[in-house]
Structures are given as C-alpha cells and as structure tokens.
C-alpha cells in the first residue's frame, strides 16, 4: 500500500477523532430562569494514543437556549463520580499512581471544597470497586450522609506451603490473629467471563461520611452475587440485582449475555428479599423521584443471549405485585400517534428516567435500523414515541420535565440534546419536547453533506414464520452504472442490530467512495420477539442467505454499485457471517476483514466464556456433563450439528483476501477460532493477514482500536480491483 493512501486514510481518522463521544450528562440544577448541565466527553489522544475524558458545563436561558459553556476540564483519572440529589455533594473514585503503584481514593467534594479524601489502600476493606455498567453502583443516600458501592470481596490472604518467616512477624501475625491460607495461591477462582475478569465475589459497602467507617453487609446470602444497587426511599435499606453464584458451578458469561438468572431484591435490615419472579433476568432496578414506585427491565430465561425484555413497575410499599407497563412484542404493535411499536432491547435505563409528578418513564431502545425514546404512563401504560428527525436518539438524563438526550446517526457525530416535557399537554402533543441541539459536529470531511442514509424493509414470498429482515445502504450516490465498490457489514450477537448510530470506519470508507450496506438478518434484535429466536437452530442459514438476498437486492436498487467488487466487514458473529460467505460464495465477494470470528462452533464449545450460545444458535440442547447412557441425546451428535453449521465446513472454497483481526485474551471467542481459519486459507494458498492485538473481544483498547480500524479500510482499499470476473452475474441469485 502506498504511503500518500495511508497518509491520506490516518489525516480522515485525524478529522473524525476531533469530534468526541458524549458519554453521559447530568441537569445539575433547575431555575425559573434556566437550568445547568454538566456533560461527559472522550476523545482520542493521537500522541498519547489514549482517550481523554473531560467534563464541560453548560448554562441554559429558560428557553433551552445557550447562554454560555465552560472550557473542558480533563477528568482522565476519574473512574467514576456522582451527585448527591440536592447536588450539593459530589464523589468522585480516583485511580492514580503513587510511587510505581496504582492506587484507587474516593474523593467528597461540596460546592467549595474537598470535604474528605479516602485512601482506600489503607482502610483496606475490600478489593477493587466495581466501574462497569454490569456490577457498579456509586450513589449516596438521600441525606447524603452515606456512600454506597460494590467492590471485590476481599481475598484471603494465602502463601506458599513454604516460607520463611522472622520470629517477628510470626508473633505479630498470632497477635492480628491473620488467617493465611497454605498452598491456595494457583487455585482457580470462577469470575464472569469476557470484560467481567477478576469479578469473582461481591459485597456492598457503606461509607459512613461522618465518622469515616467502612461497613461490608453481612446480610446478603453467600450464594448471591449483587450489583447494581440503590438507595430505598427511606435511605435506610437497599434495592439491587443479585445473581445466583455456587462456588462449585461454573459462572457463564455475562457481559452482552441478558439470560442469566437474576432477581431484584430488597435488603431490609437484615431480611434479603426477592421482589421479582423465578425464571426471569432483571436489571436496572429505579425508583420514581415521590418513592412510590420502582421500575425496572425483565425478560424471560431461554436460549438467545439477547432478547426482548419487559418494563416491570412495582409499587413501592404496596402489597401488590410487579406487573408490565411493556410487554413482550412477539412481533410488533400500535401505539399512541399510529407508530408501530416492535419491543424493549435495552440492556439499562437513565439513572434518572422519570417525569416530576413519578407518572411518566423515559428510555430508549433499538428498533429495526434506528434507536429511538419513549415516553410510558405507569398509570395508563400509554406508550407514546418521542418526536425526532431519523437521527437515532437516547435518553441520558431527566430531572423536573427536563430531558437530556444524546442524538447521533452514521454522519452525525453524537450531539447533546435538551427537552422539554409537559405532562399537561393534550395526549397527541405528549411526543413533542422541542429538542434542541446544545452541541454541534467540531469538523467532518468535506463531502459527507452528500452522503445518503437509507432504509430497506425486504419482505420474501414464502410460507416461512419470519418472512422479513431489513437493511441499510449509507454512502454516496452516482450517476454511472457499476462503478462503485461497496461492502457488505454485518453485526455480531447475533440478536444485537445496526441502528444508525456514528462510525468513523464507516465514514472513511464513504469519503474513499465505497458505498456501505448495514444487514440486520432475521434474529437481529428490534424486530420481534419472535424474529430472534427464529435464528436459534439456523446460523450459517437463515442469516446467511438474508446477506446473499441483500447483496443482490441492493445491486437492483442502486445501480451505481459494483457487482464485480463486494467487500466484507464483519466482527465475532458477524466474522462467523464473513467466513460464510466468502466460502459458500466465493465468486460474489472479492476482500474480507474479520475481527474474532466464530469459525468452528464445536470447537468454540469446550473454550468460550458462553458455552450456552453454542448449544443455543445450533440448536442444541446445553450439557455441561456427560448425560447418563439411558437418554437419547449423545456428545458425538451435539457436537456434529455444532459442526455443521459452522463456516469451517466450507473453508476449502474461499478464495478472497483475508484479514484476520483477534485479541488474544478473547474470553468469549478465544483467537484460536481465528488462527484456524487462517492456517486453513494459508493451506489452500489464499492470500491471508492475521493481526494478534493484546485485547478482548471488543478490539476497544486505544492502541488496538486505530490499528484496526486502518488496517481494515487499507485492506479494502487494497484489493478493490475491478479487474477480477464475476461468476455470479444474474444479481437475481440464479445460476
């Protein structure tokens, strides 16, 4: 590859990082004469190749209108932080390093000063805090006297079984009355999985602000995992999400994976109470800001690792119980304003999502191509959808009728939006907050103006129970015929969508004048229930033969793409899909980039962090141990149609350039799916690369991420060569 190509790739990624990403925002206050916001942002670092966060304040007229905006105060080190609900206090968890050694201090800060600062290395309660959006919690109680959060239970200490000792320190460790275990240091420990490593035990914590104490709860049962906690309305006992954890069972992946066993619970004094039902997942447990009702999602246990959920209320301190405000949509329904409505797939709710008068809940979700907000009366369950202009659109924050969203789409870089909702308005109007925009795009290329996103629902004439799927096309339009080259990029999950939200890689691609086509296949999720677990039992099938219907239905409906150079992006189930492809039709795709891709399900089966998925997208039963003779089901079957449904069966077959980008601490696809794949294309003589990045699954981490991500759009770039013959000339699909 030249280097004024690679040049001219890193100086769009250049341009497109100076846009951040908005991470979360907060109203801090609300006056008759305008409110305060205080807003998250990261954005990338070339030289140091890290993201930078910082933090910015915004000061509205009564009108939404801008009056002023502070400079940005770099807040990199802040792990997490929160307000109090008066906003008077704020806690901040800080990770620095002192003398070569990683520390982490929870700061309390009121509107002037630092009010205290804990070394936490000292106290030494507990093991690390817990920052992801799974386990964490980070909140004070409402008299703000008190501090919650979840961390590491504390390990026991252990040596080795033998170790020398002064006679003094054997006599201080008799006195402290240390208990140290002999020879456990090597064994394992189970934890969850992919992004979830080190997460072995929990326990909530308390910090007593006033008298600077440390209190672990006893009362939670050891067979119990929590996280998510919160605060009851009284600022006495705790509400939060538990899952159930044997020490002698395995713990299956959690991260990205909803089916996982979990209940809401109460935590009274020393009474643990599950408030919701058996045989369901629930997360994201909220209170109404009046404490009289508590929300929260749910979906059933089954099969597909993602799917749709339920909007649970639970009116608090009433001898009720929980029921919908949302129900499961197998398909899809009507709603308020004649908008079809086609179920919840969010994984959380706003921290805050309630109107003043606790009547109304806020939240987002996916549906088909685009993300889009609601508005639920908890009374009336009317669900009314939030007005918008095709953008997708996210709620962050709601506080006294005031709404923060985040709006972004393919070539709209994520912008901070401001609402206004009122309860009083006529039903029909209850949709209209007068959104306006508070940020806007810092620079994109020249020409995105042009660019066009648009929307396809495919429909099949046949007799099968889920008979549609959509796609997106996003890209430059032309006048002549077959000219420009184009790829085909697909989801993992698979029951996860595209849904319009900013790429940079796709933005490149359409500034270079590739022409992209986004395939959310039958069992990608905001489409129906029933559109996800029509998948399950028909990977490598179903959702292959809906790419291979939108290759060629996108060839007829926008001539100016090229049939003789079709590219492949795809990432874990979506590198499954790639795989597929460029070996079941290898004269219809010319390059593939693969990031940790599925290619042998049997295989995967004894590595992955998910065992389950494996079982689940053959359709297979899941057996963890061996089953007894007398019962019908057999490893070598299990194992066989695990087999036959994966991309290694046809890799003899492919013949397009193939790039192979994997982590090599992928606990939920281990990158030895990806090396076989590349030994075998190398076997057959194709031209193959292979990229080993120290990472996860995600392929997130700063230095990984832009390798990738260039490398990607080189390789494309590379082998666009219009010189190769198309075999598979009728676009129809007949041969």
């Not at 940005?72 to 990770?95: G, M």
């Not at 939030?386 to 997708?392: A, C, K, L, P, Y």
């Not at 959310?520 to 028909?538: E, F, P, V």
């Amino acid at each position: 590859m030249a280097s004024s190509q690679i040049d001219k790739v890193l100086n769009l990624y250049k341009i497109l990082q100076l846009n951040p990403t908005l991470s979360k925002a907060r109203i801090t206050s609300v006056a008759k004469n305008g409110i305060t916001i205080q807003s998250q942002w990261a954005q990338k670092n070339m030289e140091r190749i890290t993201k930078q966060k910082f933090i910015q304040d915004f000061c509205l007229d009564a009108d939404s209108k801008l009056l002023h905006k502070s400079f940005p105060v770099d807040v990199s080190n802040e792990i997490l932080s929160t307000f109090s609900e008066d906003e008077q206090y704020k806690a901040i968890l800080r990770q620095v390093t002192i003398d070569n050694t990683s520390k982490q201090f929870i700061e309390i800060w009121d509107r002037q000063h630092l009010l205290k600062n804990y070394d936490l290395s000292v106290y030494d309660a507990h093991g690390d805090i817990y920052t992801d959006d799974q386990f964490g919690s980070f909140q004070f109680s409402p008299d703000k006297s008190k501090l919650l959060y979840v961390a590491e239970k504390k390990p026991q200490k252990s040596e080795p079984f033998y170790k020398q000792k002064t006679q003094e320190k054997r006599e201080k460790e008799m006195k402290d009355s240390e208990v140290i275990s002999r020879g456990t240091e090597y064994v394992f420990k189970p934890h969850w999985g992919e992004q979830l490593v080190g997460k072995h035990k929990s326990v909530a914590v308390v910090i007593d602000i006033n008298d600077d104490t440390f209190k672990i709860n006893s009362f939670i049962p050891e067979e119990y995992f929590v996280g998510q906690l919160t605060w009851t309305p009284n600022g006495e006992d705790l509400v939060g999400v538990a899952w159930k954890c044997h020490t002698n069972q395995r713990y299956l992946g959690l991260a990205a994976c909803t089916n996982r066993a979990s209940w809401i619970f109460l935590l009274k004094a020393s009474e643990f109470r599950k408030i919701s039902t058996d045989g369901c997942a629930a997360r994201a447990p909220r209170f109404s800001p009046d404490g009289k009702s508590l929300v929260w999602l749910e979906r059933d246990l089954g099969s597909a690792h993602h799917s749709c959920h339920r909007l649970m209320h639970f009116k608090w301190e009433a001898d009720e119980k929980a029921n919908a405000l949302i129900n499961i949509v197998p398909d899809c329904i009507s709603i308020a304003e004649d908008k079809k409505f086609h179920g919840l797939y969010n994984q959380s709710l706003p921290r805050r999502c309630f109107s003043e008068d606790s009547l109304y809940v806020f939240l987002s979700t996916p549906q088909r191509y685009n993300i889009k907000s609601y508005v639920v009366n908890i009374e009336t369950k009317n669900l009314v959808e939030i007005q918008n202009n095709g953008s997708s659109l996210f709620v962050l924050d709601v506080t006294e009728n005031r709404v923060l969203l985040n709006r972004m789409s393919l070539i709209e870089p994520p912008r901070l939006v401001v609402g206004r909702f009122n309860p009083s308005a006529e039903a029909t109007k209850l949709s209209n907050l007068h959104l306006l925009e508070i940020t806007k795009p810092v620079v994109m290329p020249e020409g995105m103006e042009n660019f066009i996103i648009e929307n396809v629902d495919y429909k099949y004439n046949s007799e099968e129970e889920v008979d549609e799927f959509n796609y997106s096309y996003f890209g430059g339009k032309s006048s002549e015929e077959k000219t420009m080259p184009w790829i085909l990029n697909l989801h993992g999950g698979p029951h996860y969508s595209y849904d319009n939200s900013f790429s940079i890689e796709a933005c490149i691609l359409a500034v270079l004048g590739f022409g992209i086509v986004h395939v959310n296949y039958r069992g990608s999720a905001g489409a129906g229930d029933k559109n996800i677990n029509y998948l399950l039992g028909k990977v490598g099938e179903v959702d292959v033969a809906d790419c291979v219907t939108a290759t060629h239905d996108a060839l007829k409906r926008y001539p100016w793409l090229d049939p003789n150079y079709i590219g492949l992006r795809g990432g874990s189930h979506g590198g499954f899909l790639v795989s597929h492809l460029s070996s079941q039709h290898p004269d219809l795709y010319r390059a593939v980039v693969s990031l940790n891709p599925v290619t042998d399900i049997a295989a995967m089966y004894a590595t992955s962090d998910i065992p389950d998925w494996c079982a689940a997208e053959a359709g297979t039963p899941f057996i963890e141990a061996l089953p007894p003779s007398t019962k019908e089901t057999k490893y070598s079957e299990i194992y066989l149609k695990m087999f036959s449904h994966s991309p290694i069966v046809h890799a003899d077959k492919v013949k397009a350039p193939t790039l192979l980008l994997l982590g090599s601490n992928d606990l939920r696809v281990p990158f030895s799916q990806g090396k076989l794949w590349y030994n075998r294309l190398k076997a057959n003589n194709v031209k193959t690369k292979m990229h080993i990045y120290e990472d996860n699954h995600s392929l997130a981490t700063d230095s990984a991420e832009i390798d990738r991500m260039i490398n990607c759009i080189l390789w494309l770039l590379e082998h666009n060569s219009k010189s190769i013959p198309s075999e598979e000339k009728d676009v129809d699909g007949k041969s």
